[in-house]
């Protein structure tokens, strides 16, 4: 699109990519072989979950469009139900459709846009801005097509049956593929008259020099709503005047799914004239620098991230911006962001994590943060447009970032270990945000699962999970190590007593880890990556166990006569009775991750505290926490072994995958020197380096 792009084609993406099939060697050709199988297998998932569905229950949008009784088949306007969002052009093509996709609704149309997610995710692959390595340029059609079928708005599209997988390929080949001007303003234009906010992309096309393209779309866009005006022309005053370019049509605009400044506007309680100031205004500022943004980037080389750029713009300005209709952010995950290579994940993993996840796994149930929640689509696709640094080509660090610090390997006893020597020990901190990030994806994971790992709102569900309860009861009999009902009622009788175990049951379970997490961080970076793997790799074997041996808790067996401190008298007489089913899993008691995270605690400050006491402190903090649990009748004592036997896995999964704990803070091979990146000769000469700097 700059003026090296005046052909419409990108000779040098193309290139790279022969290139690097040409001279892939076998690990290569493999690794490129398994990434097209998993986006084989995730095309094949979408498709048995769209057409496995009864036929009431999918493709929804378009059944609503050409079904027996759809709107157009219905006499009269295409919006009298509201139910049509598209343009009249839209209509217009989709009539001559309407007996044809009667008759092969499902398979047709699912199969098609399969077809268009794939030729979207090659273009796409092919427009990385140069220069682009083999091993990228050799992967990234696979990766893209699959990063496609995971997002939401192409899962979204495929559900409903929606057409907004068009207009985004159309401006993708109108910039990338066909040859001329006029070719690519038609497709543009074409891609305008289906979806109006794309007209954004003629004033791209103007100022980066393809003036010719720029009035090829205004052309073809204005001559498409003028065919359709004329074919139907009360359809036409409906979507241009009375509903000012589809706006109203649809959902509710103040609903969740309208990701656009003015449902926005309408969710923080704005309405009439103010609300439509208020959104004409930002709607202006931020066309305004995304268009300038994105022609820097245009006249920069990175067409692909100018164009995500003008797309995210379009979110935001569009009067109703669906879910369907967001594919634009995930585009910019091209931009590269940070001058650090520990930095440089950040944006990608963060625009990946947002199109594919709900945005409750990525924010906290929290009052105070529903406002960012609830926009929070709208938000990334503003900042992309207006103000995320995407580095330019020029800049030093776009192709070589100031390099990540890595510990010198500590030698291992046992001669494979490491099994994944690739895994070298930090010795920098992460990116916080995008460690808060990850670690709050992971525990919104966590937590669906662990609430899914039982059955216990179910009959069947708590008979199993009873049973489960009397094995443990006898095995502990067995071992004369049953203690529950004692210690329970001993604690009951003494009112401190039973406080403070009810306190700490209920306090020190998410504080003493966070805290840890954070002074390791903080203070000892190398050590925070060693401490976290192990935590992570215990809860993730701890749900394991939760999947495969649902547990009753004492308190919630009904001939134990267990009091329960914590949670208050339990109804024995309900079917659902201790399950809390909103908020989480009662019957997930083996293994004890109460007694698990507290173990991992006392044993990272015996290992890393410099003095006793401080060792010992931290190895009162399990014993605290395993009196309460059992004190309390929320766990057995086999469910504190159980949590034991998870931690010390954890800890020798870690080992064996990245080797020993890193004790030097010598880098090995790579060091950085006033944030320039400085290649050592030698260990040696690397040592005097990292002391000199």
Not at 220 to 229: E, I, M, N, P
């Amino acid at each position: 699109m700059a003026n090296v792009e005046h052909s419409g084609r990108r000779p040098e993406a193309f290139g790279a990519t022969a290139t690097a099939t040409a001279g892939a060697g076998p690990r290569q050709r493999a690794a490129r072989l398994g990434l097209w199988m998993l986006a084989a297998v995730l095309a094949v998932r979408q498709v048995a979950v769209v057409l496995g569905t009864p036929r009431g229950s999918r493709l929804t949008a378009l059944e609503t469009w050409v079904g027996q009784d759809g709107v157009l088949h219905v006499k009269g306007s295409l919006y009298d139900s509201t139910q049509f969002t598209g343009t009249p052009f839209g209509g217009l093509v989709l009539k001559p459709l309407t007996r044809a996709a009667e008759q092969a609704l499902g398979w047709g149309w699912t199969f098609g846009t399969l077809l268009l997610v794939v030729a979207l995710g090659t273009v796409a692959a092919r427009a990385l801005p140069p220069p682009v390595s083999r091993r990228t340029a050799h992967v990234a059609a696979p990766v893209a097509i699959s990063l496609l079928m995971l997002s939401l708005p192409v899962r979204n599209t495929l559900w409903l049956g929606q057409t907004s997988i068009i207009p985004v390929l159309l401006v993708l080949l109108g910039c990338f593929t066909v040859r001329g001007e006029r070719a690519g303003g038609v497709l543009i234009g074409l891609a305008a008259a289906l979806q109006p906010t794309v007209l954004l992309f003629a004033p791209l096309l103007w100022f980066t020099g393809r003036r010719r393209a720029a009035l090829t779309t205004g052309a073809t866009f204005a001559a498409s709503t003028v065919l359709a005006w004329a074919a139907m022309p009360n359809d036409s005053y409906t979507y241009w005047v009375h509903h000012m370019a589809g706006a109203g049509l649809g959902g509710r605009a103040d609903g969740l799914g309208n990701q656009s400044l003015h449902g926005a506007l309408l969710r923080l309680g704005l309405s009439g004239p103010l609300e439509i100031a208020l959104f004409l205004a930002l709607g202006a500022a931020v066309a305004t620098l995304g268009i300038r943004r994105a022609v820097r980037y245009a006249r920069d080389g990175q067409l692909l991230l100018a164009v995500a750029v003008t797309g995210c713009a379009a979110i935001a300005v569009s009067p109703t911006t669906w879910q369907h209709q967001l594919l634009w952010v995930l585009l910019a995950v091209v931009g590269r962001v940070g001058r650090r290579a520990s930095d440089r994940y950040l944006w990608p993993v963060a625009v990946i994590l947002l199109v594919t996840l709900p945005a409750k796994m990525l924010l906290p149930n929290m009052a105070a943060l529903y406002p960012l929640r609830d926009n929070v689509v709208l938000l990334a696709a503003a900042a992309a447009a207006t103000v995320v640094p995407f580095l330019p080509r020029s800049s030093p660090y776009y192709a070589t970032p100031v390099p990540t610090d890595y510990a010198a390997p500590v030698p291992a006893r046992f001669r494979h270990i490491p099994l994944l020597p690739f895994l070298r020990r930090v010795l920098t901190r992460p990116n916080l945000l995008l460690e808060l990030l990850l670690i709050r994806v992971t525990y919104a994971a966590y937590a669906k699962v662990r609430l899914a790992a039982t059955g216990g709102s179910n009959a069947a569900g708590r008979e199993r999970a009873e049973a489960h309860g009397h094995q443990i009861l006898g095995l502990e009999r067995a071992l004369h190590i049953d203690i529950e009902h004692w210690a329970n009622h001993a604690v009951v009788h003494v009112t401190w007593l039973r406080d403070f175990f009810d306190f700490y049951y209920e306090s020190f379970h998410f504080v003493v880890p966070l805290t840890i997490l954070g002074v390791l961080y903080w203070r000892r970076p190398v050590d925070y990556r060693w401490a976290r793997s192990s935590l992570g790799l215990a809860t993730f074997l701890a749900l394991v166990g939760f999947w495969l041996y649902p547990l009753a808790p004492p308190r919630l067996m009904p001939t134990l006569n267990m009091i329960d401190t914590v949670h208050g008298v339990q109804d024995f007489s309900k079917p659902d009775y201790g399950t809390l089913t909103a908020l989480t899993n009662q019957y997930a008691a083996m293994p004890s991750l109460h007694f698990g995270w507290a173990l991992w605690c006392g044993l990272v400050i015996a290992i890393i505290a410099p003095k006793w006491w401080m060792k010992a402190l931290g190895l009162l903090h399990p014993l605290f926490t395993v009196s309460a649990i059992v004190a309390t009748g929320n766990h057995w004592v086999l469910d504190a072994v159980g949590g034991a036997v998870v931690v010390t896995a954890g800890f020798a999964l870690s080992y064996a995958l990245q080797g020993p704990r890193a004790r030097s803070l010598t880098p090995a091979v790579i060091v950085v020197h006033d944030e320039e990146p400085v290649k050592a000769k030698d260990p040696a000469a690397a040592t005097g380096a990292a002391a000199t700097g």
